[in-house]
Structure formats: C-alpha cells, structure tokens
C-alpha cells in the first residue's frame, strides 16, 4: 500500500535554482502513511463505511483490517478464531466485510485519553463482553493474547500456569509513532518478560499478519512494535464507521 510521491513542480524548480555547491532545503518531513488501511469500504448492501482516526465516547465502530493475500476488509465478529471444528479464544474472530456478521464495537472512555472495547453483537459468543489483552507463552515465544471479560478488570480464567492473570482493558489511540501515521486502537503497560525486557509503557497493537510461507491469518492478535506490529507482514486494525 506504498504511495508514489510527485514532487510538485515549484519544489523541483526552487532545487534546480540553488547555487552550485548549496543544497536545497527539503523543508519539514512528515510520518508516513504506509501503514494505514483502507480509506473504507463498501458492505454487501452498498454502504460505504469510511476509516476513522478519531472516536467519540459512547459511539459505536467496526474493528478490521485490510487482508492483503486476499485483497479484502475482515472484520471483527465477537466470536473466536474458528478453525478445524475448534475454537481459539486468544485470537479475535473475523469475517469479510460483506459477510453480514460484523460486530459493533462500543467505546467508552474512562478519561480524557483512555476507553474500553465492548462488543455490541445479539447472538455472537462474546456479546456484551469486553476486549482486553494479556500476556501468553505460546510455547514457543512469549506473545499477546485477546481475552473477551465479562467484566473490566476479569482475569482470563483458562489460561497457561505460564501466562499472567493480570488482562489489560484500557485502550488509547495513537495518531503517530516512529515515523508513521497511524490512528488505531493501543494499549500500554510494561512487558518486563525476557523476550521484551520493557522498562517503560510501550504500545501493543491489534491487527493481523502473515505467516512464514506468505500466508495471511484472518483472526485479530496483538503484538509489540519492534517484533510484530512494524513489519511490512503486519496489518494494523482500524476503526471505521458503522
């Protein structure tokens, strides 16, 4: 999703006319917007639904991304990563754009800066439940799980004697970080674990990413900047309009 960049003909111009042995000022550069997702996107029945950057409290989004191996919008559904006849209640489910089972998400803000995720779906698995985020050893490293509380502040009761029982449920936006424009859905804490050896709050994001044989997942997952979230395999998740 990298855009050409056209220099406008006056900044060429103005490049051209430095003195020999000058060079001419680029001005100010401003974060890239590689990482972002689709502008929108146009549901089974025809309305588009734009991308948005800024949420207001009490309102309600839809939570996807941009699958790039397939060239659609899969959206969250308030159900788990089902696959094989199993379900997987650390990945958030998703389904295409038009499929008719995208679930409303609703915020609401605890203060000026940080909200909670609670989904709004009649009839899915996690209705009514809100979206937090814990540490987990997969096994084989140690990631970021999605649990689905029925209340804010729950610990997610089936996880690994190697996982933490504590889940994070306060969510902030983040418009820009190392260098790109962003505008999606973070959370912070401090991840003093071996793998990441944090000694401050850093952001984890959601999204969805593309396994070694060039496969893309479908499900939603979180992930840190520097191991996940940053590499071109990584699409982050947006809020859009409903």
């Given at each position: ?63 996807a991304?941009?699958r ?53 779906a ?22 970021y ?75 939603i ?22």
């Amino acid at each position: 999703m990298k855009k050409l960049v056209i220099l406008p003909l006056l900044a060429l111009a103005g490049g051209m006319l430095a003195s020999c042995g000058d060079k001419p000022n680029p001005g100010p550069v401003g974060p890239s917007d590689e990482k972002l997702g689709p502008a929108s996107f146009v549901d089974s029945e025809g309305k588009e639904h734009k991308r948005v950057t800024s949420i207001e409290n009490g309102k309600s989004y839809y939570l996807a991304y941009y699958r790039a191996t397939d060239d659609e919008i899969r959206v969250a559904n308030a159900e788990p990563h089902k696959d094989g006849g199993k379900e997987y209640p650390f990945y958030m489910g998703t389904s295409p754009c038009d499929s008719g089972e995208e679930a409303a998400i609703k915020i609401d803000f605890t203060d000026d800066k940080h909200f909670t995720m609670q989904f709004d779906a009649p009839g899915a698995a996690w209705d009514g439940k809100y979206i937090s985020v814990y540490e987990a050893d997969s096994g084989y490293n140690e990631v970021y799980s999605i649990y689905a509380g029925e209340n804010i502040g729950d610990s997610n009761p089936d996880a690994k004697e190697t996982d933490s029982d504590e889940c994070h449920y306060y969510f902030e936006m983040l418009d820009e970080y190392d260098g790109y424009t962003l505008g999606v859905p973070t959370i912070s804490w401090t991840d003093t674990r071996d793998s990441y050896g944090e000694t401050e709050d850093t952001p984890k994001f959601l999204g969805s990413g593309v396994d070694g044989d060039g496969y893309g997942f479908i499900s939603i997952d979180c992930g840190g900047w520097i191991k996940k979230a940053s590499l071109d395999t990584y699409n982050l998740a947006f809020f859009y309009e409903i």
